[in-house]
Structure formats: C-alpha cells, structure tokens
C-alpha cells in the first residue's frame, strides 16, 4: 500500500523546536523526492523543504533556510523536518508529499499524508 503519514505536530512558543516526521511506504521511501508543504488558515499550500531520493540533495523555501532542516533515515523509510527558531507565521498544517523529482509545485507530488497541524503561539 503507498501511504505517507505525518507526525510530531504539536503546540509550541516562538522561538522553540519541533520534529515532524514523515513515514513512508517503502516504494515511495526509495524512488521518490519527499517535500514537506504547509498551509495556513485562508492561505495556499506552499512548499517547505524537499529532499531528494537519488542523492539526499535538499532544498528549502528562503522563509524556513536556516532554521528547517531535512533528512531522512533509509533504515526507517522516515524522512524529518527538523524546526528550529518557530515563529508564529510558521503555524500552518504540515503536510509531506511523494514525487518523481524535487519540485516546488504541487502538481508535481502524486501522493500526500493527512497532514498534521503546527500551533506557534505564546
């Protein structure tokens, strides 16, 4: 079965850390790109992080670079999303996605967990 389901979302102050993760079926686990998107209440689906299949190379949207990082863990079939430094405008609904490349578009992710929701507040 190809499923992706998120995890670790959670209530936080500003300024703290959270661990998302991200466990994949095996098939998407090894020949697809993984990205991590969010979305905030009334706002589009953006793209955060993504890290590919091929090579582990990463890349990162400029509003997280440098406080996000993504890894993933083979042995597992996991891929993280590390926060660090949260900030309120980072409270969004977190989700990760499968696709045949890196990619910051939607439309290139086949398949996509439920989600799990990332509260920044003080």
């Known amino acids: 079965q190809v499923q992706l389901v998120e995890s670790g979302g959670g209530l936080v102050q500003p300024g703290g850390s959270l661990r998302l993760s991200c466990a994949a079926s095996?098939?998407?686990?090894?020949?697809?790109?993984i990205g991590w998107f969010r979305q905030a209440p009334g706002k589009g689906r953006e793209g955060v992080a993504f890290?590919?299949?091929?090579?582990?190379?990463?890349q990162y949207a400029d509003s997280v670079k440098g406080r996000f990082t993504i890894s993933r863990d083979n042995a597992k079939n996991t891929v993280f999303l590390q926060m660090d430094s949260l900030k309120p405008e980072d409270t969004a609904v977190y989700y990760c996605?499968?696709?045949?490349?890196?990619?910051?578009?939607?439309?290139?992710?086949?398949?996509w967990g439920q989600g799990t929701q990332v509260t920044v507040v003080s």
């Open positions: 095996r098939i998407i686990h090894e020949y697809y790109a």
């Open positions: 890290i590919s299949s091929a090579d582990g190379s990463t």
């Open positions: 996605a499968g696709g045949s490349s890196v990619s910051r578009q939607i439309s290139e992710y086949d398949y």
